[in-house]
């Protein structure tokens, strides 16, 4: 009798399986198309229920274990074996309740690829990997992203229009790099727009004021002016005044020459200078947006043993 009651348990967990893999719609998405070997990776996790019956609660932790994301890199071929992405955030306790037919949720969490997907640039694959109850075996779509070559200092720019990666040059504008990174580590930067746009030139940003007035309390040297301002280059925005720069920051959506030898350019953008380009096609009256796009968070990501400055003020 007991050996019948197993056998049934067996039968009907596999049935729930079956049934999982059939009503149950897992999609991964990247919140970027490009990484460097050292950024850790933001992505979102959805699971939809499509069939016509209820789905019974997940475990927050068992979604997004340890071993959760395959990485699969163009050396992998074809079989796709891959190796597991380490898992960086702490994924918050707790059950998800019961999914009712059309109903869905998703759920944000952070990894960093590991060392053989990263060796070599190229393109490689995230997948997520059920291995509990009724998502046991099921798997998501394919992701795909661009493993960049370098080991700078790079920060996402998280905006309402959608994500900037931005890589910095430390070595070109050191005291440009630790104000700016400095900034983002402090929150500085969420909650501020893009105030002033100007098509064929820059967008402008990071003003606490919203209009262009605005710093943080203090301004830094001008620095060195030896960098070349071309479309995807930023730079520190200032007054007429030398060593007026604080917060204000300028991304260029086309070359700029006549700034070559007056400001230092401190970055340029890695991925999503298409989102600096519908940005820079919103409305506006003169250079200032009409509904500016916000900057909703910028997050840094540092190269392992990188020691950040401290800012010189002016």
């Known amino acids: 009798m007991q050996r019948c009651t197993r056998i049934a348990l067996l039968l009907s967990v596999f049935a729930a399986a079956l049934v999982a893999q059939d009503t149950l719609v897992v999609e991964l998405k990247a919140q970027r198309q ?29 979604l997004v274990a340890a071993k959760s994301v395959l990485v699969a890199s163009q050396a992998d071929g074809p079989e ?58 099921v798997r998501s779509n394919e992701v795909m992203l661009q493993v960049l070559p370098g080991s700078l200092p790079t920060v996402v720019l998280q905006t309402s229009e959608g994500s900037i990666t931005i890589e910095l040059w430390p070595a070109k504008a050191p005291n440009h790099v630790a104000n700016f990174i ?65 917060s204000q920051f300028f991304i260029c959506v086309a070359d700029a020459a006549h700034l070559n030898g007056k400001y230092a350019a401190f970055g340029r953008v890695l991925d999503g200078m298409e989102i600096a380009d519908k940005i820079v096609m919103r409305p506006t009256e003169g250079d200032r947006a009409i509904n500016p796009v916000k900057i909703i968070k910028v997050s840094v990501d540092l190269p392992k043993d990188y020691k950040l400055p401290a800012v010189t003020k002016a």
């Open 34 to 62: 490009a990484v460097l070997s050292h950024q850790s990776v933001e992505l979102v996790l959805s699971i939809s229920n499509k069939g016509d019956k209820p789905v019974a609660a997940l475990s927050r932790a068992q």
């Open 182 to 246: 400095s900034l983002a580590q402090a929150g500085f930067y969420g909650g501020t727009v893009f105030h002033r746009t100007i098509p064929g030139f820059m967008i402008q940003g990071g003003c606490p004021k919203g209009d262009g007035t605005g710093g943080p309390g203090y301004s830094i040297p001008d620095g060195e002016t030896e960098g070349r301002f071309e479309r995807g280059v930023l730079g520190f925005g200032r007054t007429g005044q030398k060593n007026s720069a604080g």
């Open 80 to 137: 796709r074996k891959g190796v597991w992405a380490e898992l960086v955030s702490k994924v918050p306790e707790g059950s998800l309740p019961a999914l009712q037919p059309g109903e869905s949720f998703s759920l944000p969490f952070v990894v960093r690829l590991p060392a053989a997907a990263t060796a070599q640039p190229g393109m490689c694959t995230l997948q997520w990997v059920g291995r509990v109850g009724v998502l046991d075996k």
